[in-house]
């Protein structure tokens, strides 16, 4: 069973994903993209808290793959939060840990608006550990 509940923290959207992200469940995620995609350029990021996210196959990671594309098109970022290390595992193996911005929780990624956050160097044997984020 797969959930996302969707709550808004200024100036951020979180989805707070829950359960397995696979090709059955993928467009209930789909759906709350196109709902925050249609309020527009200005209305800041996405965070999606993965802490309770229990699996994810590629057809999960297409989908966030999607919504970063479209989230970028309107100059807004995709932060993945509390991402479990069965999931940072296929993002390395990926080569999406070079492009998702991974945090260790929820107020990391929402404090990157503030300056005070920071991404995460994970460990694909155990949980991410909080580093400095590097500015560009």
């Known amino acids: 069973m ?14 707070a994903l829950r359960g397995e992200l696979d090709f059955d469940s993928m467009v209930q995620l789909q759906e709350a993209g196109d709902r925050e995609l249609a309020r527009g ?5 996405v965070v999606a808290d993965c802490s309770r996210l229990t699996f994810c196959d590629s ?3 297409g989908v966030l793959v999607r919504l970063w594309q479209d989230l970028a098109t309107q100059e807004r970022a995709l932060r ?3 991402v479990p290390g069965t999931v940072i595992r296929l993002f390395s193996l990926t080569g999406l840990d070079q492009v998702f911005a991974v945090y260790a929780d929820v107020e990391q ?3 990157v608006d503030t ?3 920071t991404t995460v160097d994970a460990d694909l044997n155990g949980p991410a550990q909080p580093k400095e984020r590097q500015k560009a």
């Open 2 to 15: 797969f959930s996302v509940q969707v709550t808004h923290r200024v100036p951020c959207a979180v989805f």
């Open 41 to 45: 350029r200005g209305a800041g990021a």
């Open 59 to 61: 057809s999960g990671i």
């Open 80 to 82: 993945l939060a509390a």
């Open 109 to 111: 990624a929402l404090a």
């Open 115 to 117: 300056g005070h956050g």
